[in-house]
């Protein structure tokens, strides 16, 4: 049964900061990893999506990079701003059609 | 495009009633999802679709609860009779195309329903 983890589970920073959250992922046959957004009251906004054959995707300063191999991936947020406050959230897509999110992890930038 | 549409935003109901969610997906797009988040187990997906067509409904918790997609511009998930632990927000989400075929698999979300149930 494939199991997703986050760590850390929460995270605060000064504003300007780069910042790595990490996920991991059991079961490495997978289709896709997808990193989510999600603020308080909203619905969930998809940042980047890296296919299993990628190693890693980039929008603005977001970069995230998977090693299927490991079952890891990593999302990298670059000179973080007090916007990017929120929870961010990974979900794998596996082979067996499971589509399994972690916990995520909640993040604070702080001005 | 307004992006996936859910209705009612927010629903407070009392045990025992019939709940009904609704959504609307982004026109164009193939597969609709249906989520649940709670605290305690996070964000789980609950059964999706192809072409309006039930794929996987493993998730969803029990008999209480059927999804219905009649056409490709609305979904409905429902709960009867609803319990105070089917108390969550679910998402609706769509997505263009297929799943582990190389096209885009990105999947769009709606805003959520607040369920409250007494």
């Known amino acids: 049964k494939q199991e997703v983890t986050q760590i850390p589970a929460a995270l605060s920073v000064p504003e300007g900061e780069n910042l790595v959250l990490n996920c991991s992922f059991t079961?490495?046959?997978?289709?896709?990893l997808q990193w989510f957004r999600q603020d308080p009251g909203k619905g969930l906004t998809s940042l980047l999506l890296i296919q299993s054959s990628q190693r890693e995707q980039t929008s603005g300063r977001l970069n995230a990079s998977l090693d299927k191999s490991s079952g890891r991936s990593t999302l990298y947020i670059a000179a973080s701003q007090p916007g990017d406050s929120a929870t961010y959230l990974c979900a794998v897509w596996d082979y067996g059609q499971n589509f399994v999110f972690g916990p995520g992890t909640r993040l604070s930038v702080l001005p | 495009d307004a992006g996936v549409i859910q209705s009612p935003r927010h629903e407070v109901t009392e045990m025992g009633q019939e709940v009904t969610l609704r959504c609307k997906p982004i026109s164009g797009h193939d597969y609709l999802f249906w989520y649940r988040q709670t605290m305690m187990r996070g964000l789980e997906l609950l059964i999706y679709f192809n072409n309006n067509v039930p794929i996987d409904d493993s998730g969803m918790p029990e008999d209480r609860f059927s999804a219905k997609m009649p056409n490709a511009s609305f979904s409905t998930l429902k709960i009867q009779p609803s319990e105070p632990r089917d108390s969550a927000v679910y998402f609706c989400?769509?997505?263009?195309?297929?799943?582990?075929?190389?096209?885009?698999?990105?999947?769009?979300f709606g805003p959520g329903t607040r369920l409250l149930v007494l």
């Open positions: 079961d490495s046959a997978i289709y896709n």
């Open positions: 989400a769509s997505s263009p195309l297929g799943i582990g075929l190389g096209y885009e698999e990105t999947q769009y």
